[in-house]
């Protein structure tokens, strides 16, 4: 039977500033990863959104950033895989610190934004991820982008990965996203989005912008938490896939299928 | 045979920022009490702030503070309890993230500056503090001011407490410490304040700053580690103590006497 | 004729975080109290408020807070009045920067939250933050609580100040706010904060708490912005106001009647 | 007569946290670079280095950074050039306010770090840093690096440019300075560093790393002030340059030789 993750972006509220819809995603996630105070969220906004995850049975992860919190994570910086290390441990091992006081386990890390999207692409960032990961607990389930890097990089490091595809985001031929400065990088088309999600799942493929019809594995499909219709097209893109026949499960479930490190 | 504790506030750089002589005082002290990022200590420092400690088999300890980093943690805020508990787990948890990376545990939790001692002499705050070192994990030991809220409130929590005293300070004749703005309240001659710590931990007793004998019981003792001659310090008062057969270990060594919580 | 200026809170909003409903408010007041970075706003935040005040004619202010963006500025801190006079220097000269650009002058400084209320009550903070003002630009005009500490510091620096009423905030009989933590602290009929209003500006008199009818000089009302009826309760308010034949203008206009410092 | 003005980073301590030798270079250069609080400083410390500059007769100017205190303003970090004007804007404003509130004005700006370093290469972020420089006052100077797009944005915007070189820095052919990270990008016998100075300054060229003779126009040369030489250094150089005949003097006196607008 086939089974997939559905992971949401959580918790990035800040003090008295609101984001993301967090309550009303949260039915229809099976992971959900949390802002650890760089990019966004509080400790005060963790500890209530590793309850209101584990209320609603979904597994939790911590979400490291870059620490910029005007820039919300999403400019690039020019860290050192020292420092990539460093500020991965750090936020880890504070939402560690919430799990713990709730009775609860990290599931996953995935990192966020500009930090995402520099581990995909440099093997040495990466790398330093990947062992951050590894060092605060062998057990966690590292997420990054199908065919990048940082999978790579967590494959290394002898820690699970867990492939992520995007519903929402055009891919080029090999397998990256299409930048979002480009026309047709995001599918607006919430039909689209859920027909494209049920192909990856199902068959394993998607159809790239040029046309081109691509591999991708996928073990957690991202939602974006922070749309008006967040809720809704997460709602319908897990009715589609469980009327399809697919297993919605968190990828860190005992019997789940994330890649295993090689032995 | 008696026996104490010598910790030290550590690991306060940031970035490109240093503070205090932690390589020269490490020898000489038992536990560590490292910054967590909020009042000083940046992740990179915390990094190897453990391992330096780790090396001089040093006890580590979460030090946490206010988010007032300009302000280094010393100035009271107007916090509720529930953000009192919220800001020591995500503390507690970063810090427990480089321990585990490093293949340590940690010892204690230490609050900092004004934290200290907001939590010493207001329950409800000692209370949230204590709560989420046991919530964080039940092993970790709470150090406080001797007779504070803060070591009731641990007692009250059903967590380990080491009582704190304070060789360069003076005393109250109700064991509370002199406020540092009244004349007297530091003891500046080293040769005062080593037989005055060798003289709590021997007879358990220290002359208030009025004359009076009272009674004080410490399990650790304090060494600042910011002076000119904190290290030289830090190496004449454990020597006296060894000298006088007292034995200079940390607090949470398994024979180690720290007061446990009542059944 | 009676006059009276609206001024309102705005440009609250940081980074990714979107807060108050500054451009639906902004149609209705005459005075704009814009944040400086440290509670709220940031560089990118202000430029834009600044011009959009500008666009609807509204005097433009610095609105200068505690060093506390988690907390919103909220919370008490135990600050200096040199750590007073220098966060005020710094937060209005960085809006004096966007005035500048603008080809616009500030009109006035409002403290935020905290430091508005420490300062109402703390002649030591309260100077210090009146001697800022002063020393940046001794044209601008000093808003504070009538009646309070920080009025009564503007007269003694030599600066103009701005007597500060609340439509929809219960006082005491000393003319004092009654705290938010006690029940009826806060008026909730729209219909009756109108009309308050328009008793202070015509009669200079407010019934406190305690049924005493009280004088009470306002040169300014404050526009609470964050509400989901913000702005229709601005548009209600300054339309009965000028039914009742008051001009609303901003303080500083040339004909304006802020309170001139004693010659 | 030649002429020349020596410029030194200041103000870049915060908090708790000291760097830098102020007080000992103050007296050997004409220029301060005053940083604003966001790569280094606080509003205190800004406060007392604008009033140490005017003790000894230095000319204040702004040295605005990154939003990143924990890396020191280093990092390059992915702004566009809107972000980088309202950063400038907002940190010169800051200045601005204590400059008048110690009744003197600012006479450049300076930007730090990385944001120096990726104005001197883009010249879309150069432009956006000129226009808020001429923005906040069009009299102030930007100082850059020779030859940079920086100072090539300070023209086309019409504002006074000030060229910068360093005494102890290797430079390419290109009149660009030598990779840090790469062998020999430092001059570190201060005999080598003087000698360099001295012929910029009368002969109007280097000697580059690969040994070709270069033109190089220095308005101002950058004395670093965090090394433990660097008052000592200062005091040389200056000395060299005035016994050879070199009047130093800071870049914006009445009749200094900055490079003016085009008209």
Redesign the interface.
């Known amino acids: 039977m086939p089974r997939i993750d559905l992971n949401c972006d959580m918790g990035e509220s800040?003090?008295?500033?609101?984001?993301g819809a967090d309550d009303a995603v949260l039915p229809h996630i099976t992971s959900a990863n949390i802002a650890c105070?760089f990019h966004?969220g509080?400790?005060?906004v963790?500890?209530r959104t590793v309850a209101a995850a584990l209320r609603h049975g979904v597994a939790v992860g911590a979400h490291p950033g870059l620490?910029?919190?005007?820039?919300?994570g999403r400019?690039?910086?020019?860290?050192t895989p020292?420092?990539a290390?460093?500020?991965v441990?750090?936020?880890?091992?504070?939402?560690?610190?919430?799990a713990?006081?709730a009775g609860a386990r990290l599931q996953h890390v995935k990192p966020h934004g500009?930090l995402y999207n520099m581990a995909a692409a440099d093997a040495a960032l990466a790398d330093a991820v990947a062992a951050?990961v590894r060092?605060?607990?062998r057990g966690l389930i590292l997420f990054g982008l199908a065919g990048s890097e940082l999978v790579a990089a967590g494959e290394r490091a002898g820690v699970r990965t867990a492939a992520e595809a995007f519903a929402d985001r055009a891919y080029t031929r090999d397998g990256a996203l299409v930048s979002r400065r480009l026309a047709g990088a995001l599918i607006t088309d919430p039909d689209d989005a859920v027909r494209r999600a049920l192909r990856m799942v199902l068959e394993g493929r998607v159809r790239a912008i040029d046309g081109a019809d691509v591999p991708l594995h996928a073990d957690t499909i991202c939602i974006h938490g922070d749309g008006a219709h967040a809720a809704e097209f997460a709602r319908r893109l897990r009715a589609a896939l469980e009327d399809a026949g697919v297993e919605v499960a968190a990828v860190g479930r005992a019997d789940a299928p994330a890649t295993a490190p090689e032995a």
Chains 1, 2, 3, 4 share one sequence.
């Open positions: 800040f003090g008295a500033y609101r984001i105070g966004g509080d400790p005060g963790m500890r620490p910029d919190l005007v820039g919300f400019r690039a910086m020019e860290i020292e420092e290390y460093d500020l441990v750090y936020q880890v091992g504070a939402l560690l610190g919430f713990a006081a500009a951050a060092d605060v607990d």
